[in-house]
């Protein structure tokens, strides 16, 4: 049986193909066919003919290359298919060599091929790479010998047993070699070069595939591969050498032309890998006695002309004994050898540069002078001298090809891989243009530090590895099982405001409104709320960031515990969330609530915390200084803001916050602590399993003689009604850019047109989810954005509120983003919601406000908020009842005398560069 190799391409090592891109389609670029398509068989026809190569086409889509040469008493027959391990699917791995072992094993017409070859004195085999599997025999010129080799070629093209029987022995015999190349640290470090460079594309897989793939494969998998691309429409078949044209032509019409076209169409595939974005590094450390450095830059297709540039390039730093590279540490002794190699042809691969480093020798300081040599390069153009000679061996490589008859067959399989066999002509005439200006603009543009990936192999007698062992089942990890008892059910709780209202017993405790709402949870569940406030508009000016640090760093430490103390303290009262809203459980709020009121009394704020706080913070806000949606978010609130810098609620810019956070002390902190917290006026609710009694004695023990030194007195909020504006920021580099659009609005809760308008914002894009009419148009029919979307907000006592709507989209797509918004909205203004839209609003809203009633969280903030707007759950009944009531024309009115676009900002943050170069040429 012959060996079958895996190899990265079909091409001598001598030969170092530039490749340059067809400019000018499915024109005919070459010589005109021959006379000799008068006497073709019928159905074939003859298409182009290039330095004594033609091309003919059979009606089943088989395209044959013939090839005739009598200066040699030779023969070959070459078959390509155009599938390689690229179009392997998850799972398959390898798929495309074991399918070309498989090729060998026979069909039921010659079931002994490899006998047959013997028989014949054949020279054969077969080899895999990324885009195309080839099969080739070689013989002595002999009817007899051609007639077979291209009646079995066709015979196993379709009717190839793939049988189970032969997976099950060949499979093992394409284990061994991937174990073999497992030996090989060149081979080992390649396959790894190869996953850490791509993220997503087939490239990133090597041929040979992953052991548990190649082991595991399903016979139903791999015939379905087989038929999908063993097929004459798929294949270029060529035969080269001394042979009668006319037999040869009939011949392979008597054996392929019966293969009747597929009917399937093959897969088209789509995955484009993403732009590099940074150097990337690895080490592999296996037992070996060399050491290797592989250095990789991501580079285009072979059709590319930069493939030219890079491949001149390679050869002229790591050629021997000329290469740069060579001379520069090789001659020198700091490696032993220097190499280059390629990944990838007929879509974008990998241009690599190497070295071999002696056991013991720094492979880190050969990598360095590596990298070097190829910066040196980048500064130093090729010499003419240097260019002509590249010129020269590979039109040397080229002609010595093209002069044996027994070479082109299998080299063509490249050719014919990247889409058409007569590219190998223009490569050859193209490397003659090649100039040092395009090797060096392609040297600079390709051989740059975030382009490439660096892979480094280390001998190492005992690696430390950790094998990952395979779990159990399902069942095995189950079988002696044993369920808990479960806790007491928790009770049947009516979620209607009323009900909440007439459960809730409301007190005081101290300075403290207190709401408590008794009830059986499952698990004895209880939540807790606590708002407190205290100062007033000119005893909190200056101090936002202050207060900010101050409440971020009051479970840092107090005078009895550390911050992981407290983090202790937490879990073991079965505490989750924060210290002023937090769920426990029954048996734990008494203590809970001691443990929060200890903590917000004695804070200590230790240094160190705050030191972790402030970095913290400040490396935050500087990655946030170029990011599109904080951008928008800190503009517009600029724009906004009716409040003097300082005020406690005026917003800042991105620099106001930095200075601010960097000039805070410690001492400040701790003199807000002591000046402000404490119970000047504040709101603890409590909703879940527990002692009314008992928990009405622990929030007094807690907090009852805690009073602030600062008292609150409400500021009241005041509304812009700023000009409107239009405002772009620039944000290199970002794939995502962001839309907003905003103006505000003189409106309060309790107003008659709320109710209207928050409907009206829920059916728009405020809470329809997808179905809203943003979503509907601007992701589902268009599929510009993952999420856009509005917001209605109307004040709770001053009548101070705003209307906006927001979205994300590629910067390409954010101008039709925009259109898409502006024209819904002026949509919606003229003609306005229907019924039909309205009745799924009531529905969702009011469904989505009885949800809200179910958590027990959500209520217990909700009582804080009405006990600081001295109201009750009827309240929320009575909005419902409003939304309920409403009428479509009412919610169209609304929105009309509302929402006016003409007075909307609009803030735009995005790649502009991306966003020109997607937009159509004028």
Do not use: C
């Amino acid at each position: 049986m012959p060996t079958h190799s895996v190899r990265q391409s079909g091409i001598s090592v001598s030969l170092k193909p530039v490749l340059r891109a067809l400019v000018l389609g499915g024109a005919i670029l070459f010589t005109a066919p021959a006379a000799f398509s008068d006497t073709l068989p019928k159905g074939i026809t003859q298409v182009t003919s290039v330095e004594g190569i033609t091309e003919y086409r059979l009606p089943n889509g088989l395209r044959v290359l013939l090839m005739p040469d009598a200066t040699k008493p030779t023969v070959t027959v070459n078959v390509t298919y155009l599938v390689g391990s690229r179009q392997e699917n998850y799972g398959e791995t390898g798929m495309a060599h074991l399918l070309e072992h498989m090729m060998f094993k026979g069909t039921p017409k010659n079931p002994k091929i490899t006998e047959e070859f013997n028989k014949r004195g054949m020279r054969m085999n077969g080899t895999t790479s990324l885009d195309r599997t080839n099969y080739y025999e070689l013989f002595q010129a002999d009817d007899s010998n051609l007639e077979w080799a291209l009646s079995m070629e066709a015979d196993r093209m379709v009717n190839s047993n793939i049988a189970r029987k032969d997976l099950d022995t060949e499979m093992t015999v394409v284990r061994n070699e991937y174990e073999r190349g497992e030996n090989s640290p060149g081979s080992v470090l390649m396959k790894r070069m190869q996953s850490v460079a791509y993220d997503w594309h087939n490239y990133g897989n090597s041929t040979i595939g992953n052991r548990s793939d190649i082991e595991n494969v399903k016979i139903e998998n791999l015939q379905a591969f087989y038929h999908q691309y063993y097929q004459p429409d798929n294949a270029v078949l060529l035969v080269a050498g001394k042979f009668d044209q006319t037999k040869v032509l009939q011949w392979i019409n008597n054996s392929f032309g019966k293969i009747p076209k597929p009917k399937r169409s093959l897969p088209v595939f789509w995955t484009v890998e993403p732009t590099q974005d940074g150097e990337r590094s690895f080490m592999v450390r296996r037992a070996g006695d060399i050491q290797i450095v592989m250095i990789a830059y991501k580079v285009p297709a072979n059709l590319h002309t930069d493939r030219d540039a890079m491949s001149f390039a390679s050869d002229i730093l790591t050629n021997a004994p000329h290469g740069r590279l060579h001379k520069q540490l090789v001659e020198t002794g700091k490696v032993v050898q220097v190499f280059a190699t390629e990944v990838g042809r007929v879509e974008p691969g990998l241009v690599i540069i190497g070295a071999a480093v002696k056991k013991g020798d720094s492979v880190d300081a050969a990598k360095d002078a590596l990298l070097a040599g190829i910066e040196d390069f980048k500064n130093n153009p090729p010499s003419k001298e240097e260019i002509d000679r590249v010129k020269r061996d590979n039109a040397n490589s080229f002609e010595k090809m093209l002069n044996n008859h027994e070479s082109i067959g299998i080299s063509m399989s490249e050719y014919i891989a990247m889409g058409d066999w007569r590219y190998l002509f223009k490569d050859r005439d193209d490397a003659d243009k090649m100039t040092s200006e395009e090797v060096a603009a392609a040297v600079k543009h390709y051989m740059v530090r975030d382009n490439r990936t660096v892979g480094m192999f280390i001998p190492e007698d005992k690696p430390q590895r950790a094998e990952v062992p395979a779990a159990p089942g399902i069942a095995e990890v189950m079988k002696d099982f044993k369920p808990k008892a479960a806790k007491l059910e928790g009770e049947a709780f009516d979620p209607a405001p009323a009900n909440i209202d007439k459960r809730t017993e409301i007190s005081q405790i101290g300075n403290l409104q207190v709401a408590l709402l008794p009830k059986k949870n499952r698990g004895e569940t209880v939540n807790v709320s606590i708002s407190l406030h205290w100062g007033d508009e000119k005893s909190l000016f200056g101090k936002s960031t202050v207060s900010g640090m101050a409440s971020s760093l009051l479970a840092a430490g107090t005078s009895k515990y550390s911050r992981a103390d407290i983090d202790d303290q937490m879990s073991k009262l079965k505490m989750s969330g924060g210290l002023f809203s937090y769920q426990t459980t029954k048996e734990n709020l008494a203590a809970s609530l001691a443990l929060v009121a200890h903590v917000m009394r004695d804070a200590t704020y230790p240094e160190s915390e705050f030191t972790q706080l402030r970095d913290q913070t400040l490396v935050g806000l500087e990655a946030s200084r170029n990011e599109p949606g904080a951008i928008v978010g800190r503009e517009m609130a600029q724009y906004f803001n009716v409040y003097p810098q300082g005020d406690f609620r005026a917003p800042k810019t991105l620099d106001q916050s930095l200075a601010d956070v960097r000039s805070v002390k410690l001492d400040d902190i701790k003199a807000f602590h002591n000046d402000f917290y404490g119970v000047s006026k504040g709101e603890l609710s409590i909703v879940g399993d527990m002692d009314v009694t008992a928990t009405k004695a622990a929030i007094n023990s807690a907090f009852g003689d805690w009073a602030s030194k600062a008292p609150y007195t409400r500021m009241v909020s005041q509304r812009a009604d700023p000009a409107p504006v239009r405002k772009t920021f620039n944000t290199p580099d970002k794939e995502s850019g962001v839309y907003a659009s905003a103006m505000t609005l003189s409106l309060r809760e309790d107003d008659e047109a709320f109710a209207a308008l928050r409907v009206a914002n829920y059916i728009f894009g405020g809470g329809a989810g997808l179905n809203s009419r943003l979503m509907e148009r601007i992701r589902q029919k268009e599929g510009l954005s993952y999420g856009v979307g509005s917001n209605l907000s109307a004040g709770e006592i001053d009548p101070v509120g705003s209307f906006s709507i927001s979205g994300t989209a590629a910067p390409q797509n954010l101008a039709r983003v925009e259109v898409a918004i502006k024209e819904e909205l002026a949509r919606a203004l003229k003609d306005g919601f229907t019924a039909d839209e309205l009745a799924k609003a009531k529905s969702g809203l009011l469904q989505q406000r009885v949800q809200s009633r179910t958590n027990d969280g959500s209520v217990a903030g909700g009582w804080n908020s009405n006990l600081f707007l001295k109201r009750s759950w009827a309240w929320s009944q009575a909005m419902d009842n409003k939304i309920k009531a409403l009428t479509v024309e009412q919610v169209n009115e609304a929105f009309r005398r509302y929402i006016d676009p003409a007075k909307m900002s609009v803030f735009i943050a995005y790649d502009e560069a991306k966003a020109k170069a997607a937009a159509p040429s004028k």
